[in-house]
């Protein structure tokens, strides 16, 4: 099993992902996704930036995916990761596991998840809707605890 | 030796990369930082809480131990919020 | 929020179903999604029988869905459960949840996935390749203890 | 008092649902599976490994010690295998 890793700019189709992991086979029980959107954090931000480090960044998706792929009896895996000026409401990242039970499917979407928030090398600065530049995002020691627990035999 | 900066970091250095010659004795991750700190208030700036700065050799992420023999691109950045 | 639940005979489609959680809002930040398919077992079944308790099915599912929208902050959860003959490749069961940030949507629709195995009245029976009736498919008591992990606090 | 039945428990009984007016003393869940189970081989042959029926009534889960008090429909099923 061969991850579908993808950096891009342009926006991605969850429901192609999906179906291209499952279609026409008879082995796959589950296909568990996560999509991680923009937020206008209540009307404050016009837009999201996430500048990225090119060549890292489609190396260290695909190392923490075969990661994945070592841990958990996988039968498919995408991971789609955007970069450039994201607008709230659109799709910044998709991760889509396949497998023949569940629990695989949904570990690995989690653990992929985990690392990306804390080992890809994206960063996100915010846009407010006033038209100023805001922050860069601060990193959340959440994130870091949420990866941490991974590093535990699972 | 190419140097690659990003975000924060980047806009604080000035510049998205450069090439430089360490002098010798410049042998870890940690050393080539404290000598970035020496050459200007742009750097010293962007490696003032180096405990918050990550750092990748040739993609890798590496420790402030790490050691540069043989790196050709050296990457330093803030903790990663992508995801 | 009120979680959209349905027991029905006729497929469903999960782009249009997870579309609709996030579709037009700007405060949604993550859509989990899992996907539950027809296996064929290596070709030993020709189909996967659901026979449920009408009435029941849908009012401890509703239940089910309850709780999880009780325990986590979420913005949207989609419960969909077939019932009828389901050949290999066809879906059988979706749940989609939606929120702010991803841990929520991720332990929501790992945590219905955990309970529908083991508290929804559905029972499965096998349709083998060679045309003769199988058997009913036994619980498995892993099922049992993924779920009653989620008894304690989380 | 409605019974349903459900999965190989039904194939067992032979039937999917009767009405039965289980006698005085019958109070709880177990003492209508051991009435039950006097009612002839489908019943025996059903409910021969207590441990594994599940019940339910009113359409909510219920365990052997539950009182059948104001119930209308009583279901009997094996552990369910849906998701």
Not at chain 1, 3 to 32: H, K, N, Y
Request: charged share 25%; glycine share 8%; net charge negative.
């Amino acid at each position: 099993m061969n991850p579908a890793v993808r950096i891009q700019s342009e926006d991605f189709d969850p429901a192609a992902e999906m179906d291209a992991l499952a279609s026409g086979r008879t082995d796959i029980g589950a296909v568990a996704s996560f999509v991680g959107l923009c937020r206008d954090e209540e009307g404050r931000l016009s837009a999201l930036e996430l500048e990225h480090y090119p060549g890292m960044a489609e190396a260290e998706v695909a190392r923490v995916a075969g990661e994945a792929a070592r841990r958990w009896p996988l039968l498919g895996l995408t991971v789609i990761h955007r970069y450039g000026l994201i607008r709230p409401g659109e799709r910044i990242v998709l991760v889509a596991a396949a497998s023949s039970h569940r629990q695989p499917a949904l570990a690995a979407t989690e653990f992929l998840m985990d690392y990306l928030k804390t080992r890809a090398p994206f960063w996100k600065r915010e846009h407010l809707a006033t038209g100023e530049l805001g922050a860069w995002v601060a990193a959340k020691e959440a994130d870091d605890a949420a990866a941490s627990r991974w590093a535990a035999p699972v | 030796m190419k140097l690659v900066y990003f975000a924060w970091v980047r806009e604080r250095v000035g510049r998205a990369e450069e090439h430089v010659e360490p002098p010798a004795g410049i042998g870890t991750v940690a050393e080539l930082v404290a000598w970035l700190k020496s050459r200007g208030e742009g750097y010293a700036h962007a490696f003032e809480n180096e405990r918050v700065i990550r750092a990748a050799i040739d993609h890798v992420h590496a420790r402030p131990d790490a050691s540069l023999q043989g790196a050709r691109e050296v990457a330093f950045f803030p903790p990663m919020t992508g995801g």
